[in-house]
């Protein structure tokens, strides 16, 4: 028996399959489904009776799909996984539903099979749809689980290289209100009324069918046809990014620039609090009082204020006994205006205090074999490491911005300050063991890992000889007192940026031994069968390690990896009104259509796009590759030998991935917000890291 597909409607997916079954209801009720006929599960029409069926619906060509009972079902989609024939002449539908038939008995079928509605095939043929463009829409964002958010792809021609993942497409997002947010890039394959045109399709298909949905569509002689509608699988939850209290609330800030994922549960309950106590505790020594800067996790990802809690001003200075004002002054303001006034007054005390007490303080500690009690110890003294490293760091990071408004104002515009303080720090080949991706203790580090190595020495000199060629430019430009004013500005801003490369590696040296503290109580828990695994630790709170709950930690696990999922947003909240646009510039939290960030490494450079999570995927990356990541620690230094440029979703100018890259003379883009999601593994992209562009050509 072989059915028109319209007339085919109500028979069931036990008859004509999970495709057939959505489109031959959708085309009784009106929706503009290209006409077809559907071979039933059950029936076994002969090669005549299939050519007869052909004829009647055109000369052809014909597209022959699969129509299986288990396919497209509300949890299991299989997509891709059946048979599809495209450009089919009308002599060979038969085969082609035959090959569509035997395709359903193909290994990578039987290993997902995952139904218990039965193995049968329905086959649908079709007319092949003229298409000037084809694409996919999902009418919830598969990423974050938004409702309000369909998202469009899109390719010229037929959908079928983008279905098999052969290009990525063009990509538009279209909210309910209609509003359209169009590609990074200039669009070259639909406008905004053709994506609201394909939005209205998909969403008048979820109304239909009552849960979010996955189509297929093409646009043929200006008109959008439907091709397939199935569920979405997998869809998270949709999320709130509701800011916890007023104001501007940062993730790639401060400590936030080491946490590329949600954290766990047992870092946020326990060593979060303990570092946030050493910082504070650095604070009230070096400026007399302390200050909170408020912190948060939101929906498992941390975020804080770049800013402290001024209602804890007033107070604050009244216990600093004078010292608050001018700590502020020489820390927060001169240094970029006169750095070197600020190194004078302040700053090199400051270095001195942590190369001499504090570094070897915090070494001391280390020398002990793990045991329960050093944990809150070591949280305390790398929390002070924090603090010094806020400091001296920022500094650095203003120290730059001033060398770069000094270029301007003597018209040395053209020349990049970052190139200036390239090659400055000693390269190593192979990551420090203490080195970590990030800095939840959940996480390996680079030495429990066997961090990758580069087999060559690190290209240094050609960024020894940038430096040398820009400063030699600006010597020949200047004259005195500009020269004098220049050369102090340039050797103080050397110097704090070496400082805060070396209090950036030295951070972590406690890790190996804070993991092997965790893993002792995780070993504990495991062998007394409170836990199944040393590492579900992670996973509970710390008044849970006296006592686990049943099956809490895998819960929180499986909550965590849905987590990991969320693309996150640089900023929640609203920034202050007085200083909100200049946070939000020199934040890089401004954002355009284009896939923009702040220019942290200058160059142009392009390569293959390679998204790297953490560093179990190091063996990935290539000599050549862009590299695109959360953002990075110094565990990742030795990648950047390989690759041809960086680009990471947060950081900052005086983020790690800023400074190795002008380390080793590549580009880098830093602060994205979601280049991780945005590109994808293998696509050719280029990172001006001058401008802090990252273009994908077409």
């Given at each position: 028996?072989i059915?028109?597909?319209?007339?085919?409607?109500?028979l069931?997916?036990?008859?004509?399959?999970?495709?057939?079954?959505?489109?031959a209801?959708?085309?009784?009720?009106?929706?503009?489904?290209?006409?077809?006929?559907?071979?039933?599960?059950?029936?076994?029409?002969?090669?005549?009776?299939l050519?007869?069926?052909a004829?009647?619906?055109?000369?052809?060509?014909?597209?022959?799909?699969?129509?299986?009972?288990?396919e497209d079902?509300?949890?299991?989609?299989?997509?891709?996984?059946?048979?599809?024939?495209?450009d089919?002449?009308?002599?060979?539908?038969?085969d082609?539903?035959a090959r569509?038939?035997e395709?359903?008995r193909?290994?990578?079928?039987?290993?997902?099979?995952?139904?218990?509605?039965g193995?049968?095939?329905?086959?649908?043929?079709?007319?092949?749809?003229a298409?000037?463009?084809?694409?996919?829409?999902?009418?919830?964002?598969?990423?974050?689980?938004?409702?309000?958010?369909?998202?469009?792809?899109?390719?010229r021609?037929?959908?079928?290289?983008?279905v098999?993942?052969?290009?990525?497409?063009?990509?538009?997002?279209?909210?309910?209100?209609?509003?359209?947010?169009?590609?990074?890039?200039?669009p070259?394959?639909?406008?905004?009324?053709?994506?609201?045109?394909?939005?209205?399709?998909?969403?008048?298909?979820?109304?239909?069918?009552?849960?979010?949905?996955?189509i297929?569509?093409?646009?043929?002689?200006?008109?959008v046809?439907?091709?397939?509608?199935?569920?979405?699988?997998?869809?998270?939850?949709?999320?709130?990014?509701?800011a916890?209290?007023?104001?501007?609330?940062?993730?790639?800030?401060?400590?936030?620039?080491?946490?590329?994922?949600?954290?766990?549960?047992?870092?946020?309950?326990?060593l979060?609090?303990?570092?946030?106590?050493?910082?504070?505790?650095?604070?009230?020594?070096?400026?007399?009082?302390?200050v909170?800067?408020?912190?948060?996790?939101?929906?498992?990802?941390?975020?804080?204020h770049?800013t402290?809690?001024?209602?804890?001003?007033?107070?604050?200075?009244?216990?600093?006994?004078?010292?608050?004002?001018?700590?502020?002054?020489?820390?927060?303001?001169?240094?970029?205006?006169?750095?070197?006034?600020?190194?004078?007054?302040?700053?090199?005390?400051?270095?001195?205090?942590?190369?001499?007490?504090?570094?070897?303080?915090?070494?001391?500690?280390l020398?002990q074999?793990?045991?329960?009690e050093?944990?809150?110890?070591?949280?305390?003294?790398?929390?002070?490491?924090l603090?010094?490293?806020?400091?001296?760091g920022?500094?650095?990071?203003?120290?730059?911005s001033?060398l770069?408004?000094?270029?301007?104002?003597?018209?040395?515009?053209?020349i990049?300050?970052?190139?200036?303080?390239?090659?400055?720090?000693?390269?190593?080949?192979?990551?420090?063991s203490?080195?970590?991706h990030?800095?939840?203790?959940?996480?390996p580090?680079?030495?429990?890992?066997?961090?990758?190595?580069?087999?060559?020495p690190?290209?240094?000199?050609?960024?020894?000889?940038?430096?040398a060629?820009?400063?030699?430019?600006?010597r020949?430009?200047l004259?005195?007192?500009?020269?004098?004013?220049?050369?102090?500005?340039?050797?103080?801003?050397?110097?704090?940026?070496a400082?805060?490369?070396?209090?950036?590696?030295?951070?972590?040296?406690?890790?190996?031994?804070?993991?092997?503290?965790?893993?002792?109580?995780?070993?504990?828990?495991?062998?007394?069968?409170?836990?199944?695994?040393?590492?579900?630790?992670?996973f509970?709170?710390?008044?849970?390690?006296?006592?686990?709950?049943?099956?809490?930690?895998?819960?929180?696990?499986t909550?965590?990896?849905?987590?990991?999922?969320?693309?996150?947003?640089?900023?929640?909240?609203?920034p202050?009104?007085?200083?909100?646009?200049?946070?939000?510039?020199?934040?890089?939290?401004?954002?355009?259509?284009?896939?923009t960030?702040?220019p942290?490494?200058?160059?142009?450079?392009?390569?293959?796009?390679?998204?790297?999570?953490?560093?179990?995927?190091?063996?990935?990356?290539?000599?050549?590759?862009?590299?695109?990541?959360r953002?990075?620690?110094?565990?990742?230094?030795?990648?950047?030998?390989?690759?041809?440029?960086?680009?990471?979703?947060?950081?900052?100018?005086?983020?790690?991935?800023?400074?190795?890259?002008?380390?080793?003379?590549?580009?880098?883009?830093?602060?994205?917000?979601?280049a991780?999601?945005?590109?994808?593994d293998?696509?050719?992209?280029?990172?001006?890291?001058?401008?802090?562009?990252?273009?994908?050509?077409?």
């Amino acid at each position: 028996m072989i059915i028109n597909l319209a007339a085919a409607a109500g028979l069931g997916r036990e008859r004509i399959g999970g495709k057939a079954d959505a489109l031959a209801l959708l085309a009784a009720e009106g929706f503009p489904v290209p006409d077809g006929f559907v071979v039933p599960a059950d029936a076994t029409p002969s090669a005549a009776e299939l050519r007869r069926a052909a004829d009647g619906l055109g000369d052809g060509p014909f597209a022959v799909r699969s129509s299986a009972v288990a396919e497209d079902l509300p949890g299991a989609s299989y997509a891709g996984l059946y048979e599809t024939c495209l450009d089919v002449p009308a002599p060979e539908v038969a085969d082609a539903v035959a090959r569509c038939r035997e395709a359903a008995r193909a290994e990578r079928v039987l290993a997902y099979h995952v139904s218990e509605r039965g193995d049968g095939v329905a086959v649908l043929v079709q007319p092949m749809v003229a298409a000037q463009a084809a694409g996919v829409a999902f009418t919830a964002n598969p990423l974050s689980g938004d409702r309000d958010e369909t998202v469009i792809t899109a390719v010229r021609g037929l959908g079928e290289p983008l279905v098999s993942g052969a290009v990525t497409g063009e990509e538009w997002v279209v909210r309910r209100k209609w509003t359209v947010h169009p590609p990074h890039q200039p669009p070259s394959v639909l406008n905004a009324g053709q994506a609201r045109d394909v939005a209205r399709l998909a969403w008048r298909v979820q109304e239909r069918f009552g849960s979010p949905q996955d189509i297929e569509w093409a646009i043929e002689a200006g008109q959008v046809r439907l091709l397939q509608a199935r569920a979405m699988t997998a869809l998270p939850e949709p999320v709130s990014w509701k800011a916890p209290g007023p104001g501007l609330w940062l993730r790639n800030f401060r400590l936030g620039e080491w946490l590329p994922d949600p954290v766990t549960p047992l870092f946020a309950d326990w060593l979060l609090a303990r570092i946030d106590e050493g910082f504070r505790a650095g604070m009230r020594d070096t400026a007399g009082a302390a200050v909170r800067f408020p912190y948060a996790i939101v929906n498992g990802w941390y975020y804080t204020h770049p800013t402290p809690a001024f209602g804890e001003l007033p107070g604050a200075l009244i216990r600093s006994r004078g010292r608050l004002l001018p700590f502020m002054r020489n820390a927060l303001l001169r240094p970029g205006r006169d750095p070197a006034a600020a190194h004078n007054a302040l700053l090199d005390r400051l270095h001195e205090q942590w190369l001499e007490r504090e570094l070897p303080a915090y070494q001391e500690l280390l020398d002990q074999p793990p045991a329960d009690e050093l944990i809150d110890a070591i949280g305390h003294a790398a929390g002070r490491q924090l603090w010094y490293l806020a400091v001296l760091g920022g500094a650095a990071w203003k120290m730059e911005s001033c060398l770069t408004r000094f270029l301007g104002d003597h018209d040395l515009a053209d020349i990049n300050a970052p190139s200036l303080l390239t090659g400055l720090t000693e390269l190593t080949h192979t990551a420090p063991s203490h080195a970590v991706h990030s800095i939840d203790w959940y996480h390996p580090t680079a030495g429990e890992l066997q961090a990758a190595t580069v087999e060559e020495p690190a290209p240094r000199q050609e960024a020894a000889r940038l430096r040398a060629e820009a400063e030699h430019i600006c010597r020949e430009r200047l004259r005195p007192p500009a020269l004098t004013r220049f050369t102090a500005l340039l050797q103080t801003t050397r110097h704090y940026t070496a400082v805060r490369e070396r209090q950036a590696r030295d951070l972590t040296l406690g890790w190996p031994l804070l993991r092997a503290c965790v893993l002792r109580i995780g070993r504990r828990l495991a062998e007394s069968g409170g836990i199944d695994t040393p590492d579900d630790v992670f996973f509970l709170t710390r008044v849970e390690l006296h006592r686990p709950p049943s099956g809490r930690a895998k819960q929180r696990r499986t909550a965590w990896q849905q987590q990991r999922r969320l693309a996150a947003p640089l900023s929640i909240g609203s920034p202050p009104p007085l200083i909100g646009r200049h946070l939000e510039h020199t934040l890089g939290l401004t954002r355009h259509g284009a896939l923009t960030g702040q220019p942290a490494s200058p160059g142009r450079a392009g390569g293959p796009a390679c998204i790297v999570h953490d560093l179990s995927d190091a063996d990935r990356v290539q000599p050549g590759d862009v590299l695109v990541a959360r953002t990075t620690a110094p565990a990742w230094t030795p990648l950047f030998a390989r690759v041809a440029a960086v680009v990471t979703d947060g950081g900052t100018l005086a983020a790690h991935a800023s400074l190795i890259a002008r380390e080793y003379g590549i580009p880098a883009v830093v602060a994205t917000g979601d280049a991780t999601v945005r590109l994808h593994d293998g696509q050719y992209v280029i990172v001006d890291g001058t401008r802090g562009w990252v273009e994908t050509p077409s």
